[in-house]
């Protein structure tokens, strides 16, 4: 299944006839990172063996599906935003090892909606930016046309 042209409502759905698992649409939002991610450069860091833990366990809950908004959704988490024992930057050296030491509110408030967080995304050094192009790790391109910005400071 093309997953990347699903919805989250077309996700939910699939869930609850059953059609695939939420281990089976990670592994293909994380095949596409790493396919992507060299010419866009718009993830920082994938943490994928927790990724793959957090999909694992939702397919152990599929009967839950209807209770949790976000069931098995992949969401991508600015790296502004902690995630605990993830690396966050923001998109600066100067934190280039910093290891978050909790998970922000708003992260854990995804997760229990049932979200899976999939990975960090670059961002404009200190989100002070609109254009993603003043990463210390450098610009994200556009995945439509690598000649323009993706836009916002989390392109």
């Known amino acids: ?12 759905e699939g869930y609850q006839k059953r059609q695939f698992k939420p281990s ?11 396919r992507q991610n060299p010419k866009l450069n718009a993830f920082l860091h994938v943490n994928e063996a927790e990724t793959i833990k957090r999909a694992h366990e939702l397919d152990d809950k599929m009967g839950e599906v209807e ?18 024992n993830w690396r966050m930057t923001a998109g ?26 999939i990975g960090k995304t670059n961002l404009d050094e200190f989100a002070m930016g609109s254009s993603n192009e003043n990463s210390a790790f450098g610009p994200v391109k556009n995945p439509f046309d690598h000649t323009r910005v993706p836009g916002g400071s989390s392109g």
């Open 1 to 12: 299944m093309e997953f990347d042209k699903f919805q989250i409502l077309d996700l939910l």
């Open 24 to 34: 089976e649409v990670t592994a293909k939002y994380l095949a596409e990172i790493k």
């Open 67 to 84: 209770k949790l908004p976000l069931f098995g959704v992949p969401v991508a988490i600015k790296d502004n935003f902690l995630v605990k």
């Open 92 to 117: 600066s050296k100067i934190l280039g090892d910093y290891v978050a030491p909790y998970t922000a509110t708003s992260v854990e408030r995804l997760e229990a909606a049932g979200a899976i967080c």
